[in-house]
T-cell receptor
Framework: TQLLEQSPQFLSIQEGENLTVYCNSS?????LQWYRQEPGEGPVLLVT?????EVKKLKRLTFQFGDARKDSSLHITAAQPGDTGLYLC??????????FGAGTRLTVKP | GAVVSQHPSWVICKSGTSVKIECRSL??????MFWYRQFPKQSLMLMAT?????????EQGVEKDKFLINHASLTLSTLTVTSAHPEDSSFYIC?????????????FGSGTRLTVV
């Protein structure tokens, strides 16, 4: 059972545009991670957030963790075709297992 | 950094046969191994969690007698899909974690594409 809601499920934009992906839960996360996955490969970790209100930046990617630790967002500035891929949020509610959201399939057109 | 080697990367088997997937932690001891399944165009679904030396804990709806998990050592965990059927065709991914690493210690394998014909 998926406990995380991730949106949008699909996103197609032009190169240079900005975008935001959201991850929400009705329960409090002990931690949350964002991954990017290429077809036929395992997910690659982008960031881990654990503190409510935390903001982390990774080049053009900005990750926010909600104050109540129930939601998170990933914002990409000036998207490039190389950003195309499946973005997954994954949350832990008990510092043990990691459960994934449905994923956002991003396509950036040149 | 930590690496989990997963083999095979892809396998095709006949319906009714069994397939074993291996995940090895190469430079750390994976006290816990998580096994996920991913159907096309979908996200990763947790199948089971195994701690070294203990029986795996399966998620609701996952048949423990069909998906046999062995985690007998700190560096090796295996998933055997028994009596495979076409509906078992999927992308299987493992994730290992060392003791004491908490949320920072998940390392994913590269996945196994299983096709049952």
């Amino acid at each position: 059972t998926q406990l995380l809601e991730q949106s949008p499920q699909f996103l197609s934009i032009q190169e240079g545009e900005n975008l935001t992906v959201y991850c929400n839960s009705s329960s409090v996360f002990s931690s949350l991670q964002w991954y990017r996955q290429e077809p036929g490969e395992g997910p690659v970790l982008l960031v881990t957030v654990v503190t409510g209100g935390e903001v982390k930046k990774l080049k053009r990617l900005t990750f926010q963790f909600g104050d109540a630790r129930k939601d998170s967002s990933l914002h990409i500035t000036a998207a490039q075709p190389g950003d195309t891929g499946l973005y997954l949020c994954a949350g832990s509610y008990n510092n043990n297992d990691m459960r994934f959201g449905a994923g956002t399939r991003l396509t950036v057109k040149p | 950094g930590a690496v989990v080697s997963q083999h095979p990367s892809w396998v095709i088997c006949k319906s009714g046969t069994s397939v074993k997937i291996e995940c090895r932690s190469l430079d750390f001891q994976a006290t816990t191994m998580f096994w996920y399944r991913q159907f096309p165009k979908q996200s990763l679904m947790l199948m089971a969690t195994s701690n070294e030396g203990s029986k795996a804990t399966y998620e609701q709806g996952v048949e423990k007698d069909k998906f046999l998990i062995n985690h007998a050592s700190l560096t090796l965990s295996t998933l055997t899909v028994t009596s495979a059927h076409p509906e078992d065709s999927s992308f299987y991914i493992c994730s290992g974690r060392a003791a004491g690493q908490g949320v920072y210690g998940y390392t994913f394998g590269s996945g196994t594409r299983l096709t049952v014909v």
